[in-house]
């Protein structure tokens, strides 16, 4: 039986079917049989292998993780041996850039070479362990290092592998970006200022920009779910995946504000636009980044059929995300709060300068952004304070083409003539 897509395929960050991404690791596997056995891990990489190798109770996840059968994953083939083999796969990853593909496309290979083992016993308690995290953090910001910098800019090329190509051209919709089009690699720097690109003016207008009741979207993203009456404290992590605002929002003391109110939930795909923008003008409360887990999965993930997006509400509660709290121009709607989540190789989350306590920000205003990965964001509202979302914000029914809403553009509207709280 081929198991339902998940989020990650839905987005393009990972193969449309198991069957690509598994073409894929037998792909990166047939490379490294010819790597030199000599040649040293970089040192992100060989401080993971040192972690777990010098305590038994890691050593013996990590081994587990590796001969345990994922669950929820239709695998064919195995495509891990040993942890060994895992490390030189990882530190390959962390030296390259995300290549363009029809077919086999990988936006997120470090998702991709770890997708066996993050779905199994052993990687359940495995990728939860704060030594781990603090390991897998040093990986990530080794592969923004080299991401951020010209060595990573050889995949913006004409092949067919790479994003000047017609193919990926037209998969990006890169004439809606700011760009050279005489330029060698489009006038950018490095890959993450490729991945980070700005839309051209006028492409993405705020909607209703002087109607402060009329919420708009934060990112360009496809709406996963909304959730009405969340609780202060839930089971974020069972099968029905409930949110939990104070873990969500990691203890802020607004969380008061939210509780009994709404949740709403979108991811960004691959391939499109991944800075962050205010939902409403209003002045800063806080902002700040919370460090969080990297590529932990909920127990439940695929094993419910009917539910092949399981671990993404999930993430929201675990994951390293940027959070805003801000206190809305209209009073009936008061506080807002955005998180902006990094799953799987989102290896930082980015505020943009200045942003901090006090700062005025109208509607629409860039926050910060992603960089590299999968990301979803989480929009909190207050009881009472939405009267009714867009269609286009209304998530759609998993076997459904997802439909993406524009950054900017209307995402909900809150009640007139009467104060939240």
Aim: proline content about 6%; glycine content about 8%.
């Amino acid at each position: 039986m081929t198991a339902s897509p998940d989020v990650r395929r839905r987005a393009r960050w990972l193969p449309a079917d198991q069957d690509g991404l598994e073409a894929w690791l037998r792909g990166r596997r047939d490379a490294i049989a010819d790597r030199d056995p000599d040649r040293a891990l970089h040192p992100a990489v060989a401080a993971l292998r040192d972690l777990v190798e010098g305590d038994p109770v890691l050593r013996m996840h990590a081994h587990e993780m590796i001969a345990q059968v994922p669950s929820g994953r239709d695998y064919r083939d195995r495509h891990l041996e040993s942890f060994e083999e895992l490390l030189v796969l990882v530190d390959e990853v962390i030296t390259t850039a995300p290549e363009y593909s029809d077919e086999q496309m990988v936006m997120t290979p470090l998702d991709g070479v770890l997708d066996w083992t993050k779905s199994t016993s052993a990687g359940f308690a495995f990728y939860r362990d704060p030594r781990v995290n603090d390991a897998l953090r040093g990986t990530l910001q080794g592969w923004c290092e080299f991401l951020s910098s010209d060595k990573s800019l050889g995949v913006l090329t004409d092949a067919p592998s790479g994003w000047r190509s017609d193919a990926a051209r037209r998969a990006v919709g890169m004439d809606q970006f700011e760009h050279d089009p005489d330029d060698e690699h489009w006038g950018f720097t490095s890959w993450n200022d490729f991945f980070t690109r700005r839309f051209r003016e006028g492409e993405r207008p705020v909607a209703s920009p002087e109607d402060d009741a009329v919420v708009v979207s934060p990112c360009e993203a496809t709406p996963y779910r909304i959730a009405s009456r969340v609780h202060r404290r839930d089971e974020f992590w069972a099968k029905a995946e409930p949110y939990s605002v104070d873990e969500l929002l990691a203890g802020d003391e607004s969380v008061d504000a939210f509780v009994g109110g709404t949740v709403w939930q979108a991811f960004l795909s691959a391939l499109e636009y991944h800075r962050w923008h205010s939902p409403v003008a209003g002045r800063i409360v806080r902002a700040w980044v919370e460090p969080g887990t990297y590529y932990s999965e909920a127990d439940a993930q695929g094993t419910e059929a009917a539910e092949p997006t399981l671990s993404q509400a999930y993430l929201a509660h675990v994951a390293t995300r940027a959070v805003f709290v801000i206190d809305a121009d209209d009073p009936a709607i008061g506080l807002v709060a955005v998180a902006f989540i990094g799953m799987s190789d989102v290896s930082s989350c980015v505020i943009g300068d200045g942003l901090e306590a006090g700062v005025r920000v109208g509607k629409g205003d860039e926050l910060g952004y992603f960089q590299l990965g999968g990301s979803t964001v989480c929009v909190l509202f207050g009881p009472g304070v939405v009267e009714s979302f867009s269609l286009e914000a209304v998530p759609q029914a998993p076997e459904e083409e997802p439909t993406l809403l524009h950054v900017r553009a209307h995402l909900a509207t809150a009640r007139r003539g009467s104060v939240a709280g």
